[in-house]
C-alpha cells in the first residue's frame, strides 16, 4: 500500500515539475515579446510613428473621432502631434519632419474641410473654445507622399478617408 503512495507522489511531483516547466515557458516566451516590443519602439521616436501637426488647437478637436478609431485600431502605431503655422507646417512636411500638416483655411470648395458652426467644447476646461475670426472654418489636409513606408501610406490613407468621412457631420 505505501508503495502505491510512493508512486502516486512521484507522478505528482513530475506533473507539477511538468506544468511549472510549461509555465515557465510561456513566461519566457512572452518576456521576451516584450523586450522585443519595447527594444523596436524606443529606436522609432517621432519618426517612427505618425507625425501629425496642426495649425491650431481646434482642427485637432475637428478630427479627434477619427484620430481615436485610427489610434484603437492600431494600438501598437504611436501618434505624435505639433504645432505651429501654417508656414512652419508647410516648411516641415517639405524636411520630411512631420507626415500629415492640418492647416486652416478661409475658402470653400471640395478639399476644405468644415470644422462646423458651435464652440468646440474641451472636457477638461468645461469651457468652449470658439475660432475669432468667422471666415476661417474650413482646414486643409496636406499629406508628404515621398519615402514613406508601406505602413505610415496606409495609416495616413485610413486616417485621411476617415476625416474626409466625418466632413458632414
Known amino acids: 500500500m505505501r508503495a502505491v503512495y510512493v508512486v502516486l507522489i512521484i507522478i505528482f511531483a513530475a506533473a507539477v515539475?511538468?506544468?511549472?516547466?510549461?509555465?515557465?515557458?510561456?513566461?519566457?516566451?512572452f518576456l521576451e515579446e516584450n523586450k522585443r516590443r519595447i527594444t523596436a519602439g524606443k529606436g522609432r521616436g517621432p519618426s517612427g510613428g505618425l507625425r501629425i501637426a496642426f495649425e491650431n488647437p481646434v482642427i485637432a478637436h475637428a478630427v479627434s473621432r477619427s484620430l481615436e478609431a485610427l489610434s484603437e485600431k492600431y494600438p501598437d502605431e504611436p501618434l505624435y502631434f505639433f504645432t505651429g503655422s501654417a508656414e512652419q507646417i508647410h516648411n516641415a512636411l517639405k524636411t520630411n519632419c512631420i507626415d500629415l500638416g492640418l492647416v486652416i483655411s478661409e475658402t470653400e470648395d471640395d478639399a476644405a474641410i468644415p470644422l462646423g458652426r458651435n464652440g468646440y467644447y474641451s472636457g477638461a476646461l468645461g469651457g468652449s473654445v470658439e475660432l475669432l475670426e468667422k471666415c476661417g472654418r474650413y482646414f486643409r489636409i496636406f499629406r508628404r507622399d515621398n519615402e514613406l513606408s508601406q505602413e505610415k501610406q496606409k495609416l495616413l490613407t485610413e486616417l485621411i478617408g476617415s476625416i474626409e468621412a466625418d466632413k458632414g457631420r
Not at 17 to 29: K, P
Request: glycine content about 8%.
Open 17 to 29: 515539475i511538468a506544468f511549472g516547466y510549461f509555465l515557465m515557458n510561456r513566461l519566457d516566451c
